[in-house]
Nanobody, 118 residues
Framework: QVQLVESGGGLVQAGGSLRLSCVASNSGSIKGISFMGWFRQTSGGQREMVATSTAVGSTYYADFAKGRFTVSRDNDKKTVVLQMNNLKPEDTAVYYC??????????WGQGTQVTVSS
């Protein structure tokens, strides 16, 4: 069972930056894993995709993340990083790392809280 461990969340003022990291453990190579990325869930809201990196190096972003967030994947280190800049209060959420290859739902991390104050 692959375990994903996130780090890097915290409290930041609007306009600030945070860098979230996720490392996969108890795992063999992740090079063949189709997708590795980040989702988020606000209090009372649904979980939504933030940014995803594919096995062939493509990246996908939610509209709210474009121009502010950058996702990067390192297969050798088994990590995926989300660099978040110009954070807004509406970015406040629990951020989850996910690794998956459809049709499997894959693995989720435990989540890390990001709070952006105005």
């Amino acid at each position: 069972q692959v375990q994903l461990v996130e780090s890097g969340g915290g409290l930041v003022q609007a306009g600030g930056s945070l860098r979230l990291s996720c490392v996969a453990s108890n795992s063999g190579s992740i090079k063949g894993i189709s997708f590795m990325g980040w989702f988020r869930q606000t209090s009372g809201g649904q979980r939504e995709m933030v940014a995803t990196s594919t096995a062939v190096g493509s990246t996908y972003y939610a509209d709210f993340a474009k121009g502010r967030f950058t996702v990067s994947r390192d297969n050798d280190k088994k990590t995926v990083v989300l660099q978040m800049n110009n954070l807004k209060p509406e970015d406040t959420a629990v951020y989850y790392c996910r690794l998956w290859s459809p049709p499997s739902s894959g693995s989720w991390g435990q989540g890390t809280q990001v709070t952006v104050s105005s």
